[in-house]
């Protein structure tokens, strides 16, 4: 009987040490994935770093807004 009560505490403590990484997996997989890296660009007037979805296009280059892609000189 002794045995027996021994065998179920290395079996839980082989269980729990083997359940862990897997419990880790899921939280990381989703944040990775979430944070996806953009594609950053440079103002050509003023020289501000921001995200290429949020750029203004002009003839000579891209912008961090129309007001500054109109004070460079540039139309589209
Ligand atoms: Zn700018």
Redesign the pocket.
């Known amino acids: 009987m002794k045995y027996l009560v021994l065998l179920l505490v290395i079996v839980v403590v082989l269980w729990l040490v083997r359940s862990r990484p897997r419990a880790v997996r899921p939280d990381r997989a989703p944040a990775s994935e979430g944070s996806a890296p953009q594609a950053m660009i440079e103002?050509v007037?003023?020289g501000?770093h921001l995200p290429r979805a949020e750029a203004v296009a002009g003839l000579q280059g891209l912008?961090?807004?129309d007001a500054?892609r109109l004070a460079h000189g540039d139309s589209r």
């Open positions: 103002c007037h003023c501000v912008y961090c807004s500054h």
